[in-house]
Structures are given as C-alpha cells and as structure tokens.
C-alpha cells in the first residue's frame, strides 16, 4: 500500500484545515487507518484512528472534539478535518494503515505497517 498525505499548510489559530490521504496499490479493505503527527524535536505522536468497520473512532485527548477523522472506501481516501486548530497542532501530520490492530496497540506507531509522506500543518498565533 502507497499512501500520500496531502492538505497541509499555513493557518491562523482558530482556523481549519482537512487532511487527506490517498492509498494506491491496494484498496483500504480491511485496514485500520490512522493519523500521526510529530512536531520538531519531538516524538510521533497519535492523533485519531478508525477501524475497517467505520466503528467508533479513538482520538488522542489532545485532538478530540476539534479533529474528526473518516474515510471514503470506496474511494481507498482518508480524511482528517481539524477545526479550532492551536498552535500547539503544528506538527508533520503523516497518515498510516495496518490490519488487525488490536485497540489497546492504535496509539503505537511500531502497530502499523504503511506509512505515507508527512504534510505540514503550521499554526500561527
């Protein structure tokens, strides 16, 4: 699976952005697919999953109530749509993709096998 992230650029706090991600080479069938960010200096850190199911999704306590994860199927696309974004977001946000991860392991970059390219989200102040 070949992922590539796109959607990321230059906001003011209080703005949105929305983050996709787009799988070539094989459909999302049966995949968990997830968002990851990491900020300079710092270690990746997980921001949202969802299950094959389109079952509730896991958000970090950080993201939630602002970022809404999704995805599309049927058109092998992943959505991240972040809303209120904070300084504090801007990060690399890369999108990734496994099977049968289990829910206690979806905040573990090490879970999944696929990773796309980062795309830059930027907060100003």
């Known amino acids: 699976v070949q992922l590539q992230a796109s959607g990321g650029g230059l906001v003011q706090t209080g703005g949105s952005l929305r983050l996709s991600c787009v799988a070539s080479g094989r459909t999302f069938s049966g995949y968990t697919l997830a968002w990851f960010r990491q900020a300079t200096g710092k270690e990746r850190e997980f921001v949202a999953a969802?299950?094959?199911?389109?079952?509730?999704?896991f958000y970090a306590d950080s993201v939630k109530g602002r970022f809404t994860i999704s995805r599309d199927n049927a058109k092998s696309t992943l959505y991240l749509q972040m809303n209120n974004l904070q300084p504090e977001d801007t990060a690399e946000y890369y999108c990734?993709?496994?099977?049968?991860?289990?829910?206690?392991?979806?905040?573990?970059?090490?879970?999944?096998?696929?990773w796309g390219q980062g795309t830059l989200v930027t907060v100003s102040s």
């Open positions: 969802i299950k094959w199911a389109n079952s509730n999704p």
């Open positions: 990734t993709a496994s099977r049968s991860i289990i829910t206690s392991q979806l905040g573990v970059p090490s879970s999944y096998a696929y």
